[in-house]
């Protein structure tokens, strides 16, 4: 299927064989590309030639993961997952034939290319965007592995010791990844970096998680999944349950807003830092006067917004507002 599609050769594509590694930044390419963006981007031409080359690839993964075939999607991009060896030799093959084949070894010279065959220190050289849906459907497939080996009832197999056996691959491919763009002195677009952090958070390693994530929000701030992961980390009331001591709860709730000011003061500040804000105020039941007057700000600038209409009815209720609550939630029961 990916040989399936005749290669354009239009004048238009005439610069699709440029060597990537050849390709220098200006200013005027860099300001002209980032006009176009609602956000500055931070992929290079030579990332932004690696997507063009391979488009035709990410559109036949996109199609295998959108269809939940994660490992048809990851094999696109990483074929190494693909099944490994040779076809069994059969006994009408010549004795001398295969003597002959096993010691001739052609004298073959490896060049980079841009089809994900070529690995570079255990990373392979494609794209961030293609490594990342390549690994991302590589982490979706070992959770599903997961879930398939745990129980539905409660049994011998739900001993809590299954775990996703994708992390460790993952994270060594992330890994080489990050070291090649220290080498070149690239900086990623966020997304790998946050799938990294999912990884530390499956390992139990919360605070080296909470950096990553942080590094992936400073590099693209609008992914909500690295704010709600980084939320995830923050300490909570969850675990106390009914019978915790009042000083207990209270001190949890102290430690969890020292916490969120913490993070606030490490990511950019821009419209999801104070959406972020008022989501996780509400969820650590803080109901101040400044976070209801945060929640009325981005009421009035997203006026239609259920969700933040929701988290303006929550705050209210957490406050014992009831008549607040009751009138904020009128519009959406309405909906």
């Known amino acids: 299927m990916l040989n399936s599609l005749a290669h354009n050769n239009n004048a ?4 699709s064989d440029t060597d990537v590694d050849s390709l220098v930044t200006t200013p005027e390419t860099e300001s002209a590309h980032a006009k176009t963006h609602f956000h500055q981007s931070t992929s290079t031409p030579r990332e932004r030639q690696l997507e063009k080359l391979e488009r035709h690839k990410y559109l036949l993964a996109k199609t295998y993961f ?23 030799e059969t006994n009408s093959t010549p004795k001398a034939k295969r003597q002959t084949s096993s010691n001739k070894r052609p004298n073959v010279k490896t060049k980079p290319s841009l089809d994900g065959t070529s690995v570079s220190r255990g990373c392979p050289e494609i794209s961030e965007k293609a490594l990342f849906l390549a690994l991302y459907a590589k982490y979706m ?14 049994g011998p197999a739900d001993n809590g010791l299954n775990v996703n056996r994708e992390l460790v691959s993952i994270g060594r491919i992330l890994q080489a990844r990050f070291g090649l763009q220290e080498e070149r002195s690239e900086k990623g677009q966020g997304w790998l970096e946050y799938l990294y952090g999912i990884v530390l958070i499956k390992g139990k390693d919360d605070e080296e998680a909470k950096r990553w994530l942080l590094k992936s929000l400073a590099l693209y701030p609008f992914n909500w999944s690295a704010w709600l992961e980084l939320g995830s980390l923050i ?17 949890l709730l102290i430690l969890s807003r020292l916490q969120l000011q913490s993070v606030l003061t490490k990511v950019p500040s821009t419209i999801m830092s104070l959406i972020f804000l008022v989501y996780e105020n509400q969820e650590l039941f803080q109901t101040h006067d400044f976070i209801l007057q945060e929640a009325r700000k981005l009421k009035a600038l997203f006026p239609t917004s259920s969700f933040i209409k929701c988290q303006k009815a929550l705050l209210y209720y957490h406050a014992k507002g009831r008549l607040m609550c009751a009138a904020s939630q009128s519009p959406l029961t309405t909906q």
């Open 66 to 88: 959108d269809c939940r075939e994660y490992d048809r999607c990851a094999a696109v991009f990483l074929p190494a997952m693909l099944p490994k060896g040779q076809i069994a």
């Open 235 to 251: 300490s909570s009331t969850d675990g106390v349950g009914i019978f915790g001591s009042p000083r207990r709860i209270t001190r």
């Open 141 to 154: 497939s070992g959770e599903k592995r997961k879930d398939e080996d745990s129980e539905m009832i409660l």
């Open 12 to 15: 238009d594509d005439d610069d």
